[in-house]
């Protein structure tokens, strides 16, 4: 059985840039939720996707948007990045109603300069 | 104020100890709740989920006190590689879809 595996590890961007981030889910899992985590805090939830459809959103503005796949993999997309986006970005698997079995990826570090 | 607050620490406590972390949620219709274990520059990992009535695995022990939106977490016999932060998660309604995060409580457990 395959993890949650996200590409790339590691990413530097210029403000006012466009970046997209990946997310393949862990074999049987249909659902992906994606999490901003900032230095010293706990990860925020951004939004969650659900047969290609997003159907969760934590507070982020739209400039935050993304998309699942037929094979369940998720893609973030932040557009006109602000210094304050960087994070470790995590996308979490899950099977749709199952609450205890989320599953992480070692994540995303996305540095804005 | 934040749904979910914890205690920062960081907690410094010696092999062989009992440290016990606690988190308080502001929710009252908050449904599922849950102790993740977070490494440095790793991602969390589920480490227990918490009943009223309490539960027990090994050397930790979690407890929920609905009454007064509190929960807690007992670590005995605490262990070098028990270091690590550890994160207070919350599910709340509408939707119960997101896991809402503490902002994480750091144990270092010394030689």
Known sequence: ETGVTQS?????????????????????????????????????FIFQYYREEENGRGNFPPRFSGLQFPNYSSELNVNALELDDSALYLCASSLAGDLYGYTFGSGTRLTVV | RKEVEQD??????????????NCTYSNSASQSFFWYRQDCRKEP???????????????????????????????????????????????????????????????????
């Open chain 1, 8 to 44: 790339p590890t590691h990413l530097i961007k210029t403000r006012g840039q466009q970046v997209t981030l990946r997310c393949s889910s862990q074999s049987g899992h249909n659902t992906v939720s994606w999490y901003q985590q900032a230095l010293g805090q706990g990860p925020q």
């Open chain 2, 45 to 111: 990992k589920l480490l227990m989920s918490v009943y009223s009535s309490g539960n027990e695995d090994g050397r930790f022990t979690a407890q929920l006190n609905r009454a007064s939106q509190y929960i807690s977490l007992l670590i005995r016999d605490s262990k070098l590689s028990d270091s690590a932060t550890y994160l207070c998660v919350v599910i709340s309604p509408p939707g119960r879809r997101a896991l809402t995060f503490g902002s994480g409580t750091r144990l270092q457990v010394q030689p």
């Open chain 2, 8 to 21: 920062p620490g960081p907690f410094n406590v010696p092999e062989g100890a009992t440290v016990a972390f």
